[in-house]
């Protein structure tokens, strides 16, 4: 019996998992083969080969721009994080502040919490009375906020891991906090503060509410919007536009995975991503 | 490596250092969800007499809300939109494939955790393109496929629709998830198992579940909190056609975006809110009672 039903089984696993890769193949033919297809439809079908459809980006006027602006916001986004996360983190790893352990959770549960969807009214309103609205600085500053009970948590992970000797010898040269901190702490965490850059701006680079709600105006809005109005306004959408500019707008997400995954693993990955 | 002891930093550095960051969050992140609250118990409009000068209206919001037939029906298309996609579908399906693939190397698993993983690491306006693509009625390639020329999967079934795209979309956290966990089944336990004639079934069930209770938990309440929240299928149906596929997320930006009824959007949110929050307790509870600090 059994070399029967270890047969079957050995069957059974391989039309599942040749399922398993239909499925999660079939929708993305059309981001590998429309982008270079001379005439894109709808279909996804084998390409006759060109590259003109991105040379059609830069007929369009949003195109390049929203991606400038998307690297405008991401990139902002993940400078301020990066520097107020590491100024925390090194505060609370180094300091006796008594229910720091309790802040640091109460944080963490409050960005999984107070999510785009459930904070989408006072976050279009906070934004309006701050004169934020149209500004990437709204964008900015509303998407750091969420990020950065994460990124003070993981960056403390990597300041209590360094020994703090040198900081010691530094403090007894006469150095001050601040100059112990850029000159000796940062080099030290140095791969930690690019992982959480990484993982900010990939953050960043495909948040669609946000900046959706918080930007009315179409010349400050990033990919993740240009992208949805392109398909959504009225008339015939343009498929060259929009296959090449799918495909441009997702590079850069997959090559910061693979940045991050391959630094840090999936425990990171799993535990972050929203 | 030894654990750097605190106490290198004095107090009044410190504090400068941590205010940045916890003025930030506080304005940003804690006044925003105190500030739902408020705005929920009001009839704060974005236009109109109410806008400029809103009144407290108490509870009024959250009965209205109940008693309205939309509100209900969103409700009722949210609970099936977690319970499908996330518990049945991205659950189930992550762990048929990690089981599936826990015992093989090379390059057929490489490409399979590559295809789910990049479903999962898309723009959300990419997915949701490449799925209106996928279904549309004319040339959709799945209307090819399968010979159903005209047949319009997102006006006619637009919550099925929604439900497949979601478990398409986020089914790799739970394969990687329960990928990770399975690591932890000795497989000698199993062996035992097979030898003494149980079946597969048998050997999830008594073997395999004991010991990834932990990740099963984790699991749930991660993919519903993160499903509850997902603003995605607003970029495929965007709630139509007549609010068929309205979940929670979309329902709220119809009425106080587009609708602009900012205090009755916001009663909803804090409904949202506090969801969120009793998921997320369970979350961290179980981190504790596991022992693990870490957020992952």
């Known amino acids: 019996m059994t070399p029967v039903r270890h047969m079957l089984g050995t069957i059974g696993r391989a039309a599942f998992l040749a399922l398993v890769l239909g499925f999660f193949a079939l929708p993305l033919l059309w981001l590998a083969s429309a982008p270079f297809d001379a005439h894109p439809s709808i279909t996804a079908s084998v390409p006759e080969f060109t590259l003109a459809n991105f040379r059609a980006l830069l007929d369009n006027p949003y195109a390049l721009g929203s991606l400038r602006n998307s690297l405008i916001q991401a990139c902002g986004s993940a400078a301020l994080v990066v520097t107020l996360a590491a100024l925390a983190a090194y505060a609370l790893s180094r300091a006796r502040v008594p229910g720091r352990d309790a802040l640091l959770y109460v944080l963490l549960l409050l960005s999984s919490v107070v999510t785009g969807t459930a904070a989408m009214v006072p976050l279009f309103e906070l934004a309006t009375r701050l004169n934020l609205i149209d500004t990437h600085l709204g964008v900015v500053l509303t998407l750091s906020g969420g990020l950065l009970p994460a990124a003070i948590f993981i960056l403390k992970d990597f300041m209590d891991a360094t020994p703090t000797s040198y900081e010691e010898s530094a403090r007894v040269f006469g150095a001050s906090p601040g100059q112990v901190l850029r000159h000796v702490v940062i080099p030290l965490v140095r791969p930690g503060l690019a992982t959480i850059a990484v993982w900010a701006v990939a953050g960043v680079w495909g948040s669609f509410l946000q900046p959706f709600i918080l930007l009315r105006d179409p010349d400050k809005a990033p990919g993740a919007v240009i992208l949805y109005t392109l398909y959504t306004e009225g008339g015939a959408p343009r498929l060259d536009v929009i296959s090449a500019f799918s495909l441009l707008y997702s590079l850069p997400v997959v090559v910061m995975y693979v940045f991050v995954s391959r630094r840090y693993g999936f425990r990171f990955h799993g535990g972050i991503k929203r | ?296």
Do not use: C
Request: net charge positive; no cysteine.
């Open chain 2, 1 to 296: 490596m030894a654990r750097a002891e605190s106490g290198t930093l004095g107090r009044r550095p410190a504090v400068g250092f941590v205010l940045p960051a916890l003025v930030l969050i506080g304005v940003f992140l804690v006044f925003p969800a105190l500030w739902t609250v408020y705005l929920g118990l009001t009839d704060y409009r974005l236009t109109g007499l109410a806008a400029a000068d809103p009144q407290v209206v108490g509870a009024a919001n959250y009965a209205e809300a109940l008693g309205d037939e939309r509100f209900r029906t969103s409700l009722w298309l949210t609970v099936q939109f977690v319970l499908g996609s996330a518990v049945l579908g991205q659950a189930v399906l992550g762990f048929a494939i990690a089981w599936a693939l826990r015992d093989r190397r090379g390059p057929l698993k490489s490409l399979t955790e590559g295809l789910v993983l990049l479903a999962w690491i898309l723009p959300s306006s990419v997915v949701a393109f490449l799925w209106i693509a996928l279904l549309d009625r004319d040339g959709g390639t799945l209307n090819a496929i399968l010979h159903t020329p005209g047949f319009a999967w997102l006006l006619d079934h637009p919550m099925a629709s929604i439900i497949v795209f979601n478990v398409w979309r986020g089914t790799a956290f739970s394969m990687m998830l329960y990928g990770a966990a399975l690591e932890n089944v000795p497989p000698s336990h199993l062996e035992t198992a097979r030898l003494a004639g149980a079946s597969t079934l048998q050997q999830l069930r008594d073997v395999v579940l004991p010991h990834i209770k932990g990740h099963v938990l984790t699991n749930l309440l991660l993919i519903t909190l993160w499903t509850f929240n997902d603003f995605t299928a607003f970029q495929l149906t965007a709630g139509g056609p007549e609010g068929r596929s309205e979940i929670l997320p979309v329902y709220i930006y119809n009425v106080a975006m587009s609708g602009g009824r900012l205090g009755f959007g916001a009663a909803v949110s804090f409904l949202v809110l506090v969801v969120n929050l009793v998921l997320a307790f369970g979350y961290l509870r179980l981190l504790r009672s596991r022992g693990e600090v870490r957020p992952s």
